[in-house]
């Protein structure tokens, strides 16, 4: 009987050490994601104004619709480029 009970007490240490060690990386995890986060908004934050669409549409912005027009009209007539 009492080799049965220190078994589970060393199996209980182990597995203790072993949320100790999770804990640990948990904890390091989120750090990690925190900067992410703070570097992510830092990016958005300059980004925002490289990416500010005007009001009126630029001659190189292209829809996808136009896309697909454009490729069906192609196709209606013979040509797929």
Do not use: C, W
Not at 6 to 20: M, P, T, W
Not at 25 to 43: D, F, P, V, Y
């Amino acid at each position: 009987m009492s080799r049965y009970v220190a078994r589970l007490e060393g199996e209980n240490e182990f597995l203790r050490g072993q949320i100790a060690v999770k804990d640990e990386q948990i904890k390091e995890q989120t750090e990690r994601a925190r900067e992410t986060n703070i570097l992510i908004g830092g990016l958005q934050k300059m980004l925002t104004p490289l990416l500010g669409r005007s009001s009126s549409p630029r001659a190189d912005d292209v829809s996808p619709s136009r896309i697909f027009e454009t490729d069906d009209h192609a196709a209606a007539n013979g040509n797929r480029g």
